[in-house]
């Protein structure tokens, strides 16, 4: 099986910054995409960014410009940078991986247990 392990997470006034970090661990021959989503109360799990292995990133339109994701190859973690946090930034946030557990065989998403932001003043 594979684990991802998420941290970082927490309380910040508006205007202020977070990195969250995401490891993953167990059975993993290689991965994909990796990714951050958030989910706010009420709402639909939605993706924020996500990377490739080679390093080609996606981002929400409401985060583009102050949300950078980025990942260690070497120790299969993706990091999400947030600056100039916003009430509406508020949710639990949850690292995705796409792995391939052998060297053959299909590719599985994992997810992580969330990390909740909190944006308030």
């Known amino acids: 099986q594979v684990q991802l392990v998420e941290s970082g997470g927490g309380l910040v006034q508006p205007g202020g910054s977070l990195r969250l970090s995401c490891a993953a661990s167990?059975?993993?021959?290689?991965?994909?995409?990796m990714g951050w989503y958030r989910q706010a109360p009420g709402k639909q799990r939605e993706l924020v960014a996500a990377?490739?292995?080679?390093?080609?990133?996606n981002y929400a339109n409401s985060v583009k410009g102050r949300f950078t994701i980025s990942r260690d190859n070497a120790k299969n973690t993706v990091y999400l940078q947030m600056n100039s946090l916003k009430p509406e930034d508020t949710a639990v946030y949850y690292c995705?991986?796409?792995?391939?557990?052998?060297?053959?065989?299909?590719?599985?998403?994992?997810w992580g247990q969330g990390t909740h932001v909190a944006v308030s003043s």
């Open positions: 995705n991986a796409n792995v391939r557990t052998g060297i053959v065989g299909p590719r599985y998403d994992f």
């Open positions: 167990g059975s993993i021959f290689s991965i994909n995409a």
């Open positions: 990377i490739t292995s080679g390093g080609n990133t």
